[in-house]
């Protein structure tokens, strides 16, 4: 894959936010979920190796732009979970609010 601007990254992050926002089968919603917080929490455990230099092995460089994306997957999960009633789905997106919320709050050792 190319690597694209940051307004086109943005862009593409968007979409897919807006289309889980969407989505009305709980197995893609949970499959999909899983995957970002598998994601968030290797993120999480190698920003205590790597410092700020994690950073630089996105297409988008930026941690801001890196946790919005990740914090906008974490309130478009709530909100489906909410609205489809599904206690799994509520658990995952959950659980990966509160890793996005620790990456945030994470100070990366010397």
Not at 12 to 18: D, G, I, L, Q
Request: glycine share 4%.
């Amino acid at each position: 894959m190319t690597e694209s601007s940051p307004e086109e990254w943005r862009s593409r992050k968007t979409a897919y936010v807006e289309s889980l926002r969407k989505k009305t089968e709980v197995g893609p919603l949970r499959v999909s979920c899983a995957d970002k917080l598998h994601n968030a929490r290797a993120i999480l455990a190698d920003y205590e190796t790597e410092g700020e230099r994690l950073w630089q092995r996105f297409n988008v460089k930026s941690k801001s732009e890196q946790l919005w994306y990740y914090e906008e997957l974490a309130d478009a999960f709530t909100e489906r979970s909410e609205a489809l009633g599904d206690a799994g789905l509520r658990r995952l997106a959950r659980q990966l609010a509160v890793t996005v919320s620790a990456i945030r709050r994470h100070q990366p050792g010397p």
